[in-house]
């Protein structure tokens, strides 16, 4: 498995046959969309609503449930956005699992995760966790929450300020946010693939250069 990143929550995984497109709202950020027809795309909101948005992949999902696409399990976990707007609107946290890693994909969430929600999440091998702040997006600090929490043994922080993304509320930079995380920069890559067994019993931060 190995995971490449496309700016803000924008992730490509690729497994085997499959290619999975997390957060595909480039189009709306001044970017350019990366979906297509043959992939998998996974929304931590739901979009059924917005035609704008919704690609026209094989497979789309954006909500809460368990999902196979080929050998991945997707477990899908209902959160509480970062955003409240007290209508009963749910994000969604996705952790895909296959035979050597357990991958956790945290959207625009609020980092008060509840003892059920973190025993849905169980073990977490990398996180990726957007860091913006300016009242967007989790900052630094509840971002830090949520590391404490579930425990990954490697965080990768997404959502902060990036040359070609127009964000609706400018973020934070990726400076700011290790500088406030604490954590040393373990490694930076442009494409991330790590075997289970090669991961540390201690939690490192690396950073998943745009492509």
């Excluded at 490694?187 to 289970?196: G, P, S, V, W």
């Amino acid at each position: 498995m190995d995971i490449q990143y496309y700016g803000a929550n924008c992730l490509v995984i690729n497994h085997k046959s499959t290619r999975i497109v997390v957060d595909d709202n480039l189009a709306d950020l001044g970017s350019k969309s990366i979906v297509k027809a043959e992939d998998v795309a996974l929304y931590t909101t739901i979009i059924a609503n917005n035609s704008s948005l919704r690609p026209s992949s094989r497979i789309i999902f954006d909500g809460p449930g368990e999902y196979e696409v080929g050998d991945i399990s997707i477990i899908g976990i209902a959160a509480k956005p970062f955003m409240n707007d007290n209508l009963g609107s749910t994000a969604t946290i996705y952790k895909l699992v296959s035979a050597d890693q357990n991958i956790l994909i945290c959207g625009h969430i609020s980092e008060d995760l509840s003892e059920r929600q973190l025993e849905q999440i169980g073990t977490v091998d990398i996180l990726f966790v957007p860091v913006g702040n300016n009242g967007y997006t989790l900052d630094p600090k509840g971002a830090l929450k949520l590391i404490k929490d579930i425990e990954p043994k490697i965080i990768v922080p997404t959502h902060y300020s990036q040359q070609g993304i127009n964000y609706p509320i400018p973020q934070i930079s990726l400076e700011e946010v290790t500088k406030e995380l604490a954590i040393e920069v373990k490694d930076r890559t442009n494409k991330l693939k790590i075997k289970t067994s090669e991961l540390s019993d201690s939690t490192q931060l690396i950073v998943l250069e745009k492509i």
